[in-house]
């Protein structure tokens, strides 16, 4: 018996499925219709074990609904979303993006590269995708049609411009949503910054931080209220070192008492806990770190110099000046630009100006119809309600 020969069986039933059309879509057929949501696959150059694991699962369905008697709405796409193709593009062809001409074309001819060879890919895998119904997100089309939604939730009032504190990759040069960034365990240290009280006051008040550099950016101090050290201190002044002002002493009962001395300061913008504290207290907002990652004016002589360097230096003149009282080693959580793995940078907060589209207010509605669906498996709505519970501000359309 001779032995099976996968790329010539393969390919023979490839051709016949094509022929006989078995995976066309027929609206005006009298069968029950079946839609699959399809997610395009990112335009990365070439299908990895992730793609074939994740579109055998979803062309599995495909197939048994087919069998079932069902016409299955099963479109396929590629997503031509530009950060996945600027990093390649930069980072093979050695292309910069202020070559502003030479990168648009170079992005254009790796994209159309790169799909050419993954749905043939996909054709070799047995995809069962009806490729009639196909996108491309780059298409005058398809650009159309986002146009479209987009003026249309602007006339809803669903979309406003707004210079607001946003996720920003100072190495990709864009600002990014919630899904694209996430938190890696890093060793960093903790600094004890001792602040005089304002007014002739003889108190001091010490704060840890994991960014000394964050200094010149401070508006506010919080304790929690409940903490006895602090209580005498609540509704006075700091003084920000090297800083012409003075800052209030808050009283907040969501400052972890056990972290450091159990005072924190606020800075424009640290994290995005200082974002949320900032809006509700009306603080001001000082611009500390620019795209690139680098100390605005406002870091007197350190401007210029990129976060990390400046964090040593800061913590160097305080210490000199008698402001810095203790430096511990800290294992810490930072945020990163983590859904490219090829970059892991640590994501800034800077207030610019964006589009955004509001969907905070609609969390309680997402949550609301998402119980109303049957999940398959169970847990995967336990998933689903944690991703919405944890949306904290709206979407960012700029990029």
Request: proline residues 6%; contains cysteine; aromatic residues 14%.
């Amino acid at each position: 018996m001779p032995r099976y020969n996968p790329q010539q069986t393969e390919k023979k039933w490839q051709e016949k499925w094509e022929k006989l059309s078995l995976f066309k879509f027929d609206p005006d057929t009298d069968k029950p219709v079946y839609s699959i949501d399809n997610p395009p696959s990112f335009t990365s150059g070439s299908l990895h074990m992730g793609h074939a694991l994740n579109h055998t699962w979803i062309d599995f369905i495909a197939r048994y609904k087919r069998m079932r008697g069902y016409s299955v709405l099963f479109p396929v796409g590629f997503d031509c979303h530009g950060l996945p193709t600027e990093l390649k593009v930069e980072s093979e062809y050695g292309v910069k993006k202020e070559d502003r001409q030479q990168f648009i074309e170079t992005c254009i001819d790796w994209t159309e590269k790169a799909i050419k060879k993954m749905k043939k890919q996909y054709v070799q895998l047995g995809y069962s995708a009806d490729w009639d119904q196909y996108y491309e997100t780059h298409t005058p089309e398809y650009r159309s049609l986002v146009q479209y939604s987009l003026l249309e939730f602007f006339n809803k009032g669903l979309i406003y411009r707004s210079e607001a504190p946003v996720l920003w990759c100072p190495k990709c040069g864009t600002a990014l949503a919630q899904a694209e960034v996430g938190y890696e365990e890093r060793p960093g240290h903790l600094w004890y910054i001792q602040f005089p009280i304002a007014n002739g006051d003889k108190d001091k008040i010490t704060i840890a931080t994991t960014r000394p550099e964050f200094l010149y950016a401070c508006v506010a101090i919080f304790v929690h209220p409940e903490d006895e050290r602090y209580t005498h201190l609540v509704g006075k002044k700091a003084v920000v070192p090297y800083v012409n002002r003075s800052v209030p002493i808050i009283a907040d009962e969501r400052v972890d008492r056990e972290f450091g001395t159990g005072a924190v300061y606020l800075c424009t913008f640290g994290d995005e806990m200082d974002v949320i504290l900032q809006r509700e207290y009306n603080l001001p907002i000082y611009s500390l770190i620019d795209k690139e990652g680098k100390l605005t004016d406002l870091g007197q002589e350190f401007a210029g110099l990129s976060a990390e360097e400046a964090r040593q230096k800061v913590a160097e003149k305080l210490k000199r000046d008698g402001y810095l009282v203790k430096v511990e080693p800290y294992t810490h959580n930072v945020l990163v630009h983590a859904e490219r793995a090829t970059c892991r940078t640590p994501v800034e907060l800077i207030p610019v100006p964006q589009w955004f589209i509001r969907i905070k207010e609609f969390v309680p509605d997402i949550l609301r119809a998402g119980k109303e669906i049957n999940w398959y498996p169970q847990h995967m709505f336990k998933r689903f309600e944690d991703w919405a519970n944890s949306i904290t501000w709206d979407w960012i359309r700029s990029r």
